[in-house]
C-alpha cells in the first residue's frame, strides 16, 4: 500500500531547506524500497517546526519537525512511515495544542490539502461556496457577504459587501476583480500562505465576487518578491480551467469568468489601491484622487471590486456557511476571524487564525512563547510598517478594530512583529521615515519631502542637535503629512513615528513618561 | 547591444502587445530573458504600445525590481524591513558589505553577485532572510551566509 508523506511547499519552508527534504525522502524511499508518494502541502504555519513532514497513518496525520534534509535517513530507520518513535515526532498534528486552540475558518485546508489539485480542494468542501453562489441572484450574493460582517482585511477595513454593492450597481459593459496580493507590508505572509497553500480559494472567492457583481475578468496583482506563489497560482488556475471551474461556462451555468495573475515589481506603494490600478493599466504607480472611487471608475475607468487576499479567500466559506455563521465569531464590529502573523523576535512565530477578541499577550506568549532571543518583548509593531508600536502596557488589548483605533494604533493585515529589550525606538522612528522616503510615489508633497525631512529632522535627535527644536518640528512635520497625504504612505507614516515618541520617550533623549 | 538581444526583445513585443496595460508583463518578459531591460529597447516598446519614450522610461525607472543594466551572475536580496530587524539584519546586512566589498545596487568586482536591500520577503516567521536569485532562506546567520555567497561566486 501506498503510503503519503507530505512535505510543504510554502516558501518559508523552502527558506528552511523543505526541497531537499522533500528530495531526501524520496531518495531514501526508492533506496529502502518503500512505496510512498510525496505530496507537497502548504504550511500548517508552525514555523519553528518546518520542515514539517507528515505521514499518513490510519490514526490520522503524525507530524514530524523541524526536519533538516540530513535527519531524513534517521526518520526512515526509525520507522516513521508507521508514526515510530523518534526525537523529531510530534504526535498526531490534529493533536498539537497550537493547531488546537485556532479557529481556521480561511485557512481551513491550508496545509492539509495539495495545495493545486483541484479534486483534493473539492474532497476538502471547496467549491461548496461556488455551488450556493450560482443558485443565488448577484443582489442575494452581495446581501451574504454583506450579513457576514467581512470587512477588508488587507488594511483599510472597509466593509466588502458594501463595496461590492457599489459595484453592482454601478452600470457598465465591463466590470473588474482585482485582487490585492502585493503584499509589502513587513511581518505580514497571511496572502503568501493562502497563494501557496490553499490558492483554489482565492480562486473560487474572486469567481464568486465576479458573479456577484457581474464581472467577468479577474487579476491578482501579486508582488515580484514572491516567485514561489508565482508558480503555485499559476499551476491553481490552469488546473481550475481545466476542470472547469474558471472559462467561459463555469460549472456548466453559461457564466463566464477568466482570471490572471499579473506581477507586480517591487514598489511598496502598489499596495494602494489606485496606484495598483494605475500598475496594472501599465503604468507608473502613482496613487490617484479619490473620488472617483475604483467601484465606480476603477481599472481602465470601469467599476472595479479591489480586494485583498484573505477578503476574497474568505468569501467561499461565507458563501458555503453563510453570512450568519461567520458572523457569529468575533466582537463589536469586527466579526469573523482574522488570520495573524506572528514574526520578529518570536519564539514560535507562524500563522494563528482567531476570532477578533484575542489578546496581544496571549498571541505573544500563549501561542509565540515570548521572545526569540529569550530577553523580555519590549514593543510590538502592529499592522506592518505604517502600524503603531505598542508597548507593554497595551499587551492586554484585545485585536478588534475599534479596540485598536481607540489606542491610536491599526490592525492592519493582522502583522506582529516584537522586539526585545535591545531595539532603539529612535532609529525605528528613523527608519519609519526612510521607508517613506523610498517608497513614496511622489505625487503629494507631505510624503514625497516630508519623508526625507523626517529622516533629517532624526538624525538631528540622535546627534542631540537642537533637541528640543526637533522634536517639536518632529511633531509638527508628523502632523502635516498626516493631514496632508494623498494616502496612507505618507499618511500614517506618523503612527510608528509618533507611537514610538510617545510611548518610548526615553530612547528620544527624554525622561521615561516625559512628553516631548 | 548584440543583435540576437533585439530579436528577442522583438518577440517578447509581438507576443505582449495586444494584451490590456501590456506594458509591465513585457517588462518582466523582457527582464527575465535577458536580465534587465535594456535603454535601447525604449523606442520599439514605445511604438508597439503607442506611448512615449519617456513613458516607457518612467515606468522602468519607477518600479524597483526593473534594471536598466546587466547585473552580476546572482542577485543577492537583504531584507531590511522590521521583522527582519528585531532579529538582526543590520549586523546581517554590515557583515555582507564588507565580505563582498560593495554596497546596495552594486555587483562585486569578479561579476559574480549584485547586492540589493528588499523590503519584506513574506519570510518574516523566519528572520532575518535574504533571496539569492529567486530562493528565499531564513534565519540566516554569518555561517549561513558566507556559504550562500561562497556558493554563488562559485557558479
Not at chain 1, 131 to 136: E, F, G, Q, S, W
Not at chain 1, 439 to 466: A, L, N, Q, Y
Amino acid at each position: 500500500m501506498t503510503t503519503i508523506v507530505y512535505v510543504p511547499r510554502d516558501s518559508s519552508a523552502l527558506s528552511l531547506g523543505a526541497h531537499q527534504v522533500a528530495k531526501n525522502v524520496q531518495a531514501e524511499a526508492a533506496k529502502r524500497g518503500l512505496d510512498i508518494k510525496v505530496v507537497r502541502n502548504g504550511s500548517r504555519g508552525m514555523f519553528w517546526l518546518e520542515t514539517m513532514v507528515e505521514v499518513v497513518t490510519p490514526k490520522g496525520r503524525v507530524a514530524y519537525g523541524p526536519v533538516m534534509p540530513k535527519d531524513v535517513s534517521s526518520l526512515f530507520d526509525a520507522d516513521f512511515i508507521n508514526a515510530g518513535a523518534h526525537p523529531l515526532n510530534l504526535g498526531l498534528t490534529d493533536e498539537i495544542e497550537w493547531l488546537k486552540k485556532q479557529e481556521r475558518l480561511t485557512f481551513a485546508r491550508v496545509g492539509i490539502t495539495d495545495p493545486v489539485s483541484v479534486e483534493d480542494y473539492v474532497a476538502h468542501d471547496g467549491y461548496q461556496g461556488l455551488k450556493n453562489a450560482l443558485k443565488l441572484s448577484a443582489a442575494d450574493i452581495v446581501k451574504e457577504v454583506t450579513d457576514s460582517g467581512l470587512r477588508g482585511r488587507g488594511g483599510a477595513a472597509f466593509p466588502t459587501g458594501i463595496k461590492w454593492n457599489t459595484v453592482l450597481n454601478a452600470p457598465a459593459d465591463q466590470k473588474y476583480i482585482v485582487c490585492n496580493a502585493d503584499e509589502g507590508d513587513s511581518g505580514t505572509y497571511s496572502d503568501r500562505m493562502i497563494m501557496e497553500g490553499d490558492p483554489l480559494v482565492l480562486v473560487e472567492g474572486m469567481t464568486i465576487a465576479g458573479l456577484a457583481v457581474g464581472a467577468n475578468q479577474g487579476y491578482i496583482y501579486l508582488r515580484s518578491e514572491y516567485p514561489d506563489a508565482l508558480v503555485t497560482l499559476n499551476e491553481a488556475i490552469a488546473n481550475a480551467y481545466k476542470a472547469g471551474y474558471l472559462g467561459a461556462n463555469i460549472c456548466g451555468s453559461g457564466k463566464q469568468f477568466d482570471l490572471e495573475v499579473r506581477r507586480a515589481a517591487g514598489a511598496y506603494v502598489c499596495g494602494e489601491e489606485t496606484s495598483l490600478l494605475e500598475s496594472l493599466e501599465g503604468k507608473r504607480g502613482i496613487v490617484r484622487f479619490k473620488p472617483p472611487l475604483p467601484a465606480i471608475e476603477g481599472l481602465f475607468g470601469k467599476p472595479t471590486v479591489v480586494n485583498n487576499v484573505i477578503s476574497l479567500a474568505t468569501v467561499p466559506i461565507v458563501l458555503d456557511k453563510g453570512g450568519k455563521y461567520y458572523q457569529d465569531f468575533g466582537m463589536g464590529r469586527s466579526r469573523g476571524t482574522l488570520p495573524i502573523q506572528l514574526a520578529g523576535n518570536v519564539k514560535q512565530c507562524g500563522l494563528v487564525e482567531k476570532a477578533f477578541g484575542v489578546t496581544l499577550r496571549e498571541l505573544l506568549y500563549d501561542f509565540g512563547g515570548g521572545s526569540a532571543s529569550g530577553k523580555p518583548i519590549r514593543a510590538v509593531q502592529v499592522g506592518g510598517p505604517l502600524g503603531s508600536y505598542l508597548p507593554e502596557s497595551q499587551f492586554d488589548t484585545p485585536l478588534d478594530y475599534e479596540k485598536f483605533t481607540e489606542i491610536w494604533a491599526v490592525l492592519g493585515h493582522g502583522g506582529i512583529v516584537a522586539f526585545d529589550e535591545t531595539v532603539d525606538m529612535a532609529k525605528m522612528a528613523r527608519y519609519a521615515f526612510e521607508f517613506c522616503a523610498i517608497e513614496s510615489c511622489g505625487k503629494c508633497t507631505p510624503c514625497r519631502i516630508g519623508s526625507t525631512r523626517g529622516v533629517e529632522v532624526m538624525d538631528k535627535i540622535i546627534e542631540g542637535k537642537d533637541h528640543a527644536k526637533n522634536m517639536e518640528l518632529v511633531r509638527d512635520l508628523s502632523d502635516t503629512m498626516l493631514n496632508g497625504s494623498l494616502c496612507a504612505l505618507g499618511g500614517m507614516t506618523p503612527y510608528p513615528v509618533l507611537s514610538a515618541i510617545n510611548h518610548f520617550p526615553e530612547d528620544f533623549g527624554l525622561k521615561k513618561g516625559q512628553v516631548a | 547591444m548584440l543583435e540576437e538581444n533585439f530579436a528577442r526583445i522583438d518577440a517578447h513585443i509581438a507576443s505582449h502587445r495586444s494584451m490590456p496595460g501590456a506594458l509591465m508583463p513585457l517588462l518582466h518578459a523582457i527582464q527575465d530573458d535577458l536580465g534587465y531591460v535594456p535603454e535601447s529597447s525604449y523606442p520599439s516598446i514605445a511604438k508597439a504600445l503607442n506611448l512615449s519614450v519617456a513613458e516607457v522610461h518612467g515606468v522602468v525607472t519607477f518600479y524597483h525590481h526593473f534594471r536598466t543594466h546587466a547585473p552580476g551572475r546572482h542577485i543577492l536580496q537583504i531584507c531590511r524591513a522590521e521583522s527582519c530587524q528585531a532579529m538582526g539584519s543590520e549586523a546581517l546586512e554590515a557583515h555582507v558589505k564588507k565580505t563582498l566589498g560593495v554596497d546596495y545596487h552594486e555587483t562585486t568586482k569578479d561579476g559574480a553577485i549584485t547586492l540589493e536591500a528588499v523590503y519584506c520577503l513574506g519570510n518574516c516567521a523566519c528572520s532575518p532572510s535574504i533571496m539569492i536569485d529567486e530562493q528565499v532562506c531564513g534565519r540566516v546567520d554569518t555561517i549561513r551566509i558566507n556559504e550562500i555567497i561562497a556558493e554563488a561566486k562559485g557558479a
